[in-house]
């Protein structure tokens, strides 16, 4: 790269909400000219970021520089957001380095931390310039490692476009620009001429914008990106393992999670009707996702959304539509008619893996009450999924499944997006209760009517509900595994809830019990998830699922019974002890007494309303970390009969596909 063909803009800007009380336009303004135009090709100086933007529009990005000066007069904090705002409004590919005389190396790292390229003491010395333009070297490196976009970034100022397009130009600016075009003064504001180039110029840019949104919230360290070779030996035993409903994710290494993927998803490339993959694609498609879920979660990480590909794999594979991968011979269905064709399938399998890509770990409830950027974004509705699938489509542009698929207009790739799109907003819970009346009612359509006479579009319809319940099944499912599984699971998403219960302490919000370390009872939240969230949508989808979460629940209200009679022979022992001190000591107990009484008499009459219908008590803070940190989950005597395959001949399995299938 030669400076000569690099252009630099300095932007003498001030803060639009500042008024200085001296003159911007110093005397040094020829000698900095003179300094630059030494150094580089094209100089350009201008005083607001609009016109700025629209001249850096027609230059390329490559080759362009932003010297942004600051104001002496003005705050620091001042300075530095007028420094961060200039950044996010200018294409990544455009350092921006700060030009001001504020000799303060705290003041300067604080302008690299907000996204400078670089930092140059007034007055301008041609020595320091002349190595400005390494900057843009460094700048093309970065983007040219960025994980998502490596393959189809393109690089040009896509928020000037947005800015044009969403703020109307002045009728002033207007006047002025088409004056200067008339002028051919190319360094004038550039202004689209006709409304459909403006919108092509938008179309081909904006992967900018969700470019932004994406690099904040994917970890800014991904896991390896590469992957050890799998022996005979080993694949062996992760087929077997992927293949029992006592799969256990939390137990596999990041490479054993990414080939276990890769084996399931790689069973519907046996179905005649998905041919167009290679497995390598697959692998490397994979290997990018997993880099993307942020494995310090305790819960949404990667071995989560495993875990979710499993269990539809599973299920799909018990209703004989998809081979075993560990050679179990397949289920053979007598009905011919299938509401899930292999493509779908294959489409099901992408929303399992990746409905939960680069989760922040935090729930949509967060990211509203503290009006997260993805939350406007999102208008508040399904934050986290819309967030999920948006990525999760980047991803796939970035491996070209949509050219694979036919092309992003064919039928094929559009019926792909669709439903994966629709699988993943379904796992928001705060539609639960609407998509389990949905399911139902499907229940008993496919009751009532043949779906063989349906004709295409009501076919689509059913598909999508009928994925969507399987999927959120799915996502729930961890109740529903054999117990020591299920506890495992219910340990770390406690966890996670407790983490986002401390951030929002540490803000100031207010924490709700569920989120509360000193308040979270774990078998309180299993007995009340399973009694008010998984039973009504397992009735409608699964009866193997619900005979699992009738022995698991009736395991945790156990647990709770226990808890609560050796917290009442503690306290008691506590209480006497305490008595006989005081008594020793002459003090009157009497009102103490009574009370640890009535709490006692309380947490027991707590164990008689088990059945009648479940109400959180509040348990004593002790009790809660104990049940937290009770590491081993019991053993229970016909653990292994009820945690092996299921036998589609005694099981329904779930309730609508058996009416299709069995
Ligand atoms: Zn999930």
Same mark, same amino acid.
């Given at each position: ?270 179905? *005649?009707?998905? =041919? ?8 490397? $498609?994979? &290997?990018?996702? %997993?880099? #993307?879920? !942020? /494995? ?36 053979? *269905?007598?009905? =011919? ?8 399938? $294959?489409? &099901?399998?992408? %929303?399992? #893996?990746? !409905? /939960? ?306």
């Amino acid at each position: 790269m030669d400076p000569q063909t690099c252009t630099i803009i300095l932007l003498k800007q001030t803060n639009p909400f500042y008024i200085s009380d001296h003159d911007d336009i110093s005397n040094h303004e020829e000698s900095e000219s003179d300094i630059l135009q030494k150094s580089f090709g094209n100089v350009h100086k201008d005083t607001s970021i609009e016109s700025c933007l629209n001249y850096i529009k027609l230059l390329p990005s490559s080759s362009t520089l932003l010297l942004v000066e600051l104001d002496d007069a003005m705050e620091n904090q001042a300075q530095l957001q007028l420094v961060s705002q200039t950044i996010e409004l200018v294409s990544d590919a455009v350092p921006v380095i700060v030009y001001s005389t504020r000799d303060d190396p705290q003041f300067m790292l604080e302008c690299i931390q907000v996204g400078a390229a670089d930092y140059v003491l007034k007055p301008l010395r041609p020595d320091v310039i002349k190595t400005l333009f390494l900057t843009l070297v460094r700048r093309q490196h970065q983007q040219q490692s960025s994980p998502l976009y490596q393959d189809h970034l393109i690089s040009c100022s896509t928020i000037s476009t947005i800015t044009s397009v969403m703020s109307p130009i002045t009728p002033t600016m207007a006047h002025h620009c088409s004056a200067a075009s008339n002028n051919n003064n190319k360094n004038s504001a550039y202004l689209p001429e006709r409304i459909q180039d403006r919108i092509k110029a938008l179309n081909a840019r904006d992967i900018n914008f969700t470019k932004a949104i994406i690099d904040s919230y994917i970890p800014s360290q991904p896991s390896a990106i590469t992957c050890k070779q799998l022996t005979n030996e080993h694949e062996a035993d992760l087929r077997k393992k992927i293949s029992s409903w006592d799969f256990s994710p939390l137990s596999l290494s990041h490479d054993d999670l990414v080939h276990c993927s890769v084996l399931i998803i790689s069973q519907v490339f046996l179905l *005649n009707e998905v =041919t167009e993959f290679r497995q390598d694609q697959l692998y490397s $498609f994979i &290997l990018d996702l %997993a880099s #993307i879920y !942020h /494995d310090e979660n305790p819960y949404h990480n990667f071995a989560h959304a495993v875990d979710v590909l499993q269990c539809i794999y599973y299920f799909t594979c018990q209703l004989g539509l998809v081979p075993f991968a560990d050679g179990t011979p397949r289920i053979t *269905n007598s009905k =011919t008619y299938r509401i899930l064709r292999p493509r779908d399938i $294959f489409a &099901l399998f992408i %929303a399992a #893996i990746g !409905h /939960d890509t680069a989760h922040p770990g935090v729930n949509n409830a967060f990211l509203i009450n503290t009006s997260a950027p993805l939350a406007l974004l999102y208008n508040d509705n399904s934050v986290l999924e819309s967030f999920h699938a948006m990525t999760l489509f980047q991803l796939l542009k970035k491996h070209k499944f949509n050219d694979i698929l036919g092309g992003s207009d064919s039928k094929e790739y559009n019926e792909f997006r669709k439903l994966v799109i629709t699988s993943i907003l379904a796992t928001d819970m705060a539609l639960h209760g609407d998509y389990v009346t949905k399911i139902k009612e499907q229940k008993q359509r496919l009751a009532d009517s043949d779906p063989t006479e349906w004709d295409a579009p009501r076919c689509l319809e059913e598909r999508l509900l009928f994925c969507s319940g399987l999927i959120k099944c799915a996502d729930i499912s961890n109740v529903a595994r054999p117990f020591p599984r299920a506890f495992e699971w219910a340990q770390i998403l406690v966890e996670e809830f407790a983490s986002q219960g401390d951030l929002e302490r540490e803000l100031g919000l207010s924490v709700i019990p569920m989120n509360d370390r000193s308040q979270i009872v774990l078998e309180d939240s299993q007995i009340g998830f399973i009694r008010y969230v998984a039973v009504g949508l397992f009735e409608s989808v699964s009866e193997y699922m619900q005979d699992h979460i009738k022995r698991n629940l009736s395991i945790w209200e156990d647990r709770k019974r226990e808890n609560i009679e050796n917290n009442h022979e503690k306290t008691t022992q506590q209480h006497e002890q305490q008595r006989r001190q005081d008594s020793n000591s002459g003090s009157d107990t009497t009102a103490t007494d009574e009370e640890y009484h009535a709490q006692a008499v309380a947490a027991l009459a707590k164990k008689s309303d088990l059945d009648s219908g479940y109400t959180l008590p509040a348990m004593p803070t002790t009790l809660a970390m104990s049940s937290l940190l009770s590491m081993a989950p019991k053993r229970y005597p016909d653990e292994h009969d009820h945690q092996g395959e299921w036998d589609h001949h005694e099981s329904a399995g779930p309730v609508y596909c058996s009416y299709l299938y069995i």
